[in-house]
């Protein structure tokens, strides 16, 4: 078969004109300058009562409200296993009305068995892809932090990045990982001077430009084409047509 001839003159047959978009520089800008701080909501994976991975949650919450940030800490103390109670459960509520008011989030595990912990995986169980036309982790940024009590070891974060591709997040390029723990933290639960705590300093940071630079813009940033024929009425009764809601 020849091969067409740049640039392409054989057209695209199989595009909807309708849904198409070309993305550009001007959509970018966000609809409303935005006068509030930037919202971060931090997660942590254990909960026991000398806990390294709040101790590091802590730390991270620290450095950005000390960056002018707002930040709210979910306790995980109460929250039911997924699929252990209803959606409607406190626990559950509290935990979907913080990522929803979150525009960045920070996720820190431990590692448990060789990956993140049960409380950690069932956190982010509990968050919805989608609630109604409501998106509780759709578009917001995300950085991901482990403490392990051994060696160095990257299972847990890297689980977290799969878990924040799945939940559509914009996972920053940088990570923490901070191998014997019970080294890095004082008696008062404060983590030590060193490079492992400069490395926590720089993924805030990151996450606070990354933040800044797509909150008030997530909309569009994740607006995609086949959902916007999803969206399309008779799209939309075909598909409950064939699930068997309404007749053809």
């Given at each position: 078969m020849d091969k067409p001839q740049q640039p392409f003159s054989d057209g695209m047959p199989n595009l909807s004109e309708a849904h198409f978009q070309v993305p550009s520089q001007e959509r970018m800008a966000p609809p409303t300058p935005l006068d509030h701080a930037p919202r971060f909501l931090v997660l942590y994976g254990s909960l026991r009562e000398r806990s390294f991975s709040r101790f590091l949650a802590y730390e991270a919450a620290r450095l950005?409200?000390?960056m002018g940030g707002e930040?709210?800490?979910?306790?995980?103390?109460?929250?039911?296993?997924?699929?252990?109670a209803t959606a409607d459960h406190p626990k559950v509520q509290e935990l979907r009305h913080l990522s929803i008011w979150s525009e960045g989030q920070v996720w820190v595990s431990p590692e448990r068995h060789g990956n993140l912990t049960g409380v950690m995986k069932s956190q982010i169980d509990w968050l919805p892809l989608?609630?109604?036309?409501?998106r509780p982790t759709q578009?917001?940024?995300?950085?991901?932090?482990?403490?392990?009590?051994?060696?160095q070891?990257?299972?847990?974060?890297?689980?977290l990045r799969i878990l924040g591709r799945w939940m559509r997040m914009v996972t920053i390029p940088?990570?923490?990982?901070?191998?014997?723990?019970?080294?890095?933290?004082?008696d008062a639960g404060r983590m030590k001077p060193g490079p492992l705590y400069d490395r926590v300093v720089d993924?805030?940071?990151?996450?606070?430009?990354?933040?800044?630079?797509?909150?008030g813009r997530a909309d569009y940033l994740v607006d995609r084409y086949s959902e916007r024929k999803e969206r399309e009425p008779e799209r939309l009764k075909g598909v409950a047509a064939d699930i068997g809601f309404v007749k053809r």
């Open positions: 950005l409200e000390a930040v709210r800490i979910f306790h995980a103390d109460g929250l039911p296993l997924p699929d252990d989608s609630e109604g036309s409501v578009g917001r940024t995300l950085a991901v932090m482990q403490v392990s009590g051994g060696s070891s990257f299972n847990a974060v890297n689980s940088n990570q923490s990982s901070v191998p014997m723990a019970y080294k890095e933290f004082d993924v805030c940071e990151e996450l606070m430009k990354f933040t800044l630079l797509t909150r």
